[in-house]
């Protein structure tokens, strides 16, 4: 049987103008049997969605602020650092995963991302809009738990994880304000921030505000995370 091929969204390092990647991406779909492909950085419909047919699956990445913009905001001086390049390419790469049906899982900016581009709005700083003493911007190392979510009871997270609620680790300035409305909350932290979502009705469309790809190999909760993705994209 042929393995899923899973498109990566690229990683963009400003300062060294380079492409990169976290093996933590890789990694949790190799271990559960895809086959992960980096997609270029690149605004050209025709290559995008040449390399879109190729993937079963798509991963949204961490990475860049999303642009303002596109939630129809100003950018607050100096808190959001964007890639309009990124934007572009993953606005396209989402419009061919829900025109196709096929599994897309966002991790941190990509839950950000996969709300704006619904329709939906962010937090561009939380913590000048939204201060708490929740812990989202954690220390290294990063597959250390440092907040709790409660897990909504009727969502695929809870059939997934079989939990209540969820120690998770929290590397985020940005969070999901509100939510774009053909999406739903899977997962809410102690300050009430969204920190997983899904789409009813699409094959999987699943976003986590925390990393499972910087705990997988020390938590069972982020390997499902990662296998209930892949297994979507077998059936
Ligand atoms: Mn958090």
Known sequence: MKKPVVGVMPLWDDEKESLWMLPGYFDG?????????????????????????LCDGFLF???HDV?????GEKPLDGKVSSNRKRDEMELYILRK????????????RGIQFINAALGGTLYQDIPLQHPSK????QNPPYNIPVHVVSINVDSPLHKCLNADTLHVNSYHHQAVKQLAPELKA???????????LYMPGHRFLWGVQWHPEFSYSTDDNSRR?????????FN
Do not use: R, W
Not at 67 to 71: L, R
């Open 97 to 108: 995963a829900l025109e196709s049906d096929k599994p897309v899982l966002g991790i941190c």
């Open 134 to 137: 929740v812990e989202h911007h």
């Open 225 to 233: 995370i990662f296998k209930a993705f892949t297994d979507a994209m």
């Open 29 to 53: 779909i190799i271990t559960n049997g895809g086959i992960p492909i980096m997609l270029p950085l690149t605004e050209d419909k025709g290559d995008l969605e040449q390399a879109a047919e």
């Open 61 to 63: 990445t961490g990475g």
């Open 186 to 196: 899977m997962a809410t932290s102690e300050d009430g921030l969204t920190e997983a």
């Open 67 to 71: 642009s303002p913009e596109i939630y």
